[in-house]
């Protein structure tokens, strides 16, 4: 049976797991968490709708369902050539026939970066977000801004749905609590056109929805750098703030920079269509093997309006597990991730969502009432639930 050794512990590294274990494969799962994050409804927990442990999966508990081997250990050298992974324990892991990369992407360093917390970042951020916030109801009165930032050489690494969600959940939440009009709301990002992933039209109705909910729109300013009480902006204006949540984009990590894996500008890892890396083996590597990176690890290919979202990572880890399969048995048939790019969220808003899909024929958005709020609920619910086998998974999701 041959061996496949996956690093990571997000939606790519677990979906990969799953159904290279349903081929037959001796799996194992190698990942510095014990659990795995549900990133999208963790936006309920600086709210108070979600606690910390509504947002997990335990990964003892998966690997007890679903079959597959899980160590916990931080990675901190790939050497490809001498096929050797390396671990902050002093360990290595030498024995796979295969290898997938799912680790997922650092971040954009910006000047003061410590100075903000992110949604998207350590998943304790989230319940450090909520104490500051708690903390400025309790004083009645406050100012809160909500950014996201890009990334030039890797446009597609961007995470800003995220920080639109809390933006809306903590503005329905303080309009419940009767105290709105004691906050200063501001959304901020270096883009003169934030959201235009999902479509000028899109665009236009976010505009429409912060002025309606009187929400201070600052774009088209790149950042100088972050400071305790603020943003300042290349322009030498300041934005002041009391609670600074800000998602950086995505960039590659120390560790792919110190490997052998081939980069991209960003420092993430080039793919080609099948998810496979196109790795130039040394001249006296004599056991070359299969390398995959999967989700926010890999380089993506694509429109210019591509971005990283959960549901990419986790086709492109079943299209990795599907080829690994095909490579096994012999075949010449593959699958590509490409064809399946696409935007697609519910954005929640408190009191209802937006349902957002963009692909390269169409790019839609239209509010959703009350039912957008609790269909996202429901998607983490079923999410969760499918994973650990309590309910059917439904074909396609």
């Known amino acids: 049976m ?20 349903k081929y037959g494969f001796d799996v194992k799962v190698v990942t510095d968490r014990k659990y795995m994050y549900v990133y ?33 250990k931080k990675v901190t050298k790939i050497s ?16 796979f026939d295969y290898l997938i990369i799912g680790i997922g992407s650092g971040k954009v360093k910006h000047k003061g970066i410590e100075n903000t917390l992110s949604i998207c970042g350590k998943p304790e951020e989230a ?13 009645g009165e406050g100012k809160i801004a909500f950014g996201f930032g890009g990334n ?23 309009r419940k609590k009767g105290i709105r009009d004691n906050f200063e709301l501001t959304f901020y990002a ?7 992933r999902m479509g000028e039209k899109a665009v236009k109705i976010m505009d429409k929805i912060f002025e309606s909910k009187n929400i201070k729109f600052i774009k088209g300013k790149k950042i100088k750098e972050f400071v305790k009480d603020g943003v300042i902006f290349e322009d030498g204006s300041k934005l002041e703030c009391d609670l600074n949540m800000f998602i950086a984009a995505g960039d590659g990590t120390e560790l792919f920079r110190n490997s052998d894996l081939p980069l991209n500008e960003a420092g993430l890892i080039k793919i080609n269509e099948y998810c496979e890396v196109m790795h130039n083996f040394d001249e006296t590597s004599s056991d070359k093997y299969p390398i995959f990176a999967i989700g926010d690890s890999a380089a993506i290919d694509g429109p210019d ?14 299209v990795a597990a599907y080829n690994i399969k095909m490579m096994e048995e012999g075949k010449e ?30 790019a839609v958005l239209f509010p959703m009432p009350i039912v957008g709020h609790w269909l996202k609920k429901a998607w983490g619910w079923y999410f969760k639930n499918s994973k650990l086998k309590k309910i059917p998974r439904i074909p396609g999701l």
């Open 152 to 174: 030039p050489k890797d446009p597609s690494n961007v995470r800003g749905g995220p920080a639109f969600e809390v933006l809306f959940n903590v503005d329905y939440m303080l």
């Open 2 to 21: 041959a061996k496949v050794l996956i690093l990571g512990g997000g939606f790519a590294a677990l979906e990969a797991a799953i159904w290279l274990k």
């Open 190 to 196: 270096p883009m003169p056109k934030p959201g235009a």
């Open 305 to 318: 309006w591509r971005a990283k979202q959960g549901h990419l990572a986790e086709v492109m880890a079943r």
């Open 80 to 95: 490809v050539n001498n096929k050797e992974i390396e671990f902050e324990d002093g360990s290595n892991e030498k024995d």
């Open 40 to 72: 999208p409804i963790s936006i309920w927990i600086p709210t108070g709708e979600y606690k910390f442990e509504d947002c997990i999966l335990k990964w003892d508990e998966l690997k007890n369902i679903h079959g597959f081997e899980v160590e916990y």
């Open 127 to 139: 319940i450090e977000i909520k104490r500051k916030l708690d903390e400025l109801i309790k004083k």
């Open 333 to 362: 048939v593959r699958k590509e991730y490409i064809s399946h790019i696409n935007i697609l969220c519910v954005m929640d808003m408190g009191n209802g969502a937006a349902f957002v899909y963009r692909d390269n024929k169409r």
